[in-house]
Nanobody
Framework: QVQLVESGGGSVQAGGSLTLSCAVSGYTGGTNCIGWFRQAPGKEREGVAR????????AYADSVKGRFTISRDNAKRLVYLQLNGLKLEDTAMYYC????????????WGQGTQVTVSS
């Protein structure tokens, strides 16, 4: 069974940066693609960024393009999400998930890490 553990969240002022990490272990259900999602209070969970197994194919939500960067270190089994130019509307719980490659369809979730952006 897959285990995904997020870390790196915190509180930051608008314009600041954070780096989130997702530690992946166990069987990921036949997929090696990982996605980052977020859910703000009262809103639906949305896909933010995803990456394929080799790390050379990525996709981003329009709302974060040019500000967020997803990457991975397969030797360490870590997937990162670099958050730059943070805005108030980026405040949310961030989750990583094993996804069907090329889609936002997720099968297994981590427990999440909170990102709070203040003015």
């Amino acid at each position: 069974q897959v285990q995904l553990v997020e870390s790196g969240g915190g509180s930051v002022q608008a314009g600041g940066s954070l780096t989130l990490s997702c530690a992946v272990s166990g069987y990921t259900g036949g997929t090696n693609c990982i996605g980052w999602f977020r859910q703000a209070p009262g809103k639906e969970r949305e896909g933010v960024a995803r990456i394929n197994g080799d790390g050379d194919v990525t996709a981003y939500a329009d709302s974060v393009k040019g500000r967020f960067t997803i990457s991975r270190d397969n030797a360490k089994r870590l997937v990162y999400l670099q958050l730059n130019g943070l805005k108030l509307e980026d405040t949310a719980m961030y989750y990583c998930a094993a996804v069907v490659c090329g889609t936002w369809f997720s099968k297994s979730w981590g427990q999440g890490t909170q990102v709070t952006v203040s003015s």
